[in-house]
């Protein structure tokens, strides 16, 4: 059965940091493209980043570039996001995505809150 399981996620304050993480079961993680979205309270859900299968080619959203990393290791078949320089504005449920072509998995999301 193929799972996602999003973890690493709680409360930190502006400008500390934190790791998540997204442990695929089931399937190879690197025969998808692994996203990570996030959702703010009354907001649409939108993209942070993603690592494409294969090359590993990297994206993120405009307003992250410099403080968001996304890695995997495939050994242990999971999918990082690396979150420096937190904001009050960062704070949502993450979400983890595996994507090709006609399929589509997530994960339960993990809840990350910025505040002092």
């Known amino acids: 059965q193929l799972q996602l399981v999003e973890s690493g996620g709680g409360l930190v304050q502006p400008g500390g940091s934190l790791t998540l993480a997204c442990a695929a079961s089931g399937f190879t993680f690197s025969s998808y493209t692994?996203?990570?979205y996030r959702q703010a309270p009354g907001k649409e859900r939108k993209l942070v980043?993603?690592?494409t299968k294969g090359e590993g080619s990297t994206f993120y959203a405009d307003s992250l570039k410099g403080r968001f990393t996304?890695?995997?290791?495939?050994?242990k078949n999971t999918v990082y996001l690396q979150m420096n320089n937190l904001k009050l504005e960062d704070t949502s449920v993450y979400y983890c995505n595996a994507h090709r072509s006609g399929e589509d998995y997530w994960g339960q999301g993990t809840q990350v809150t910025v505040s002092s």
């Open 34 to 36: 692994m996203n990570w």
């Open 49 to 51: 980043a993603y690592i």
């Open 70 to 75: 996304i890695f995997g290791d495939n050994a």
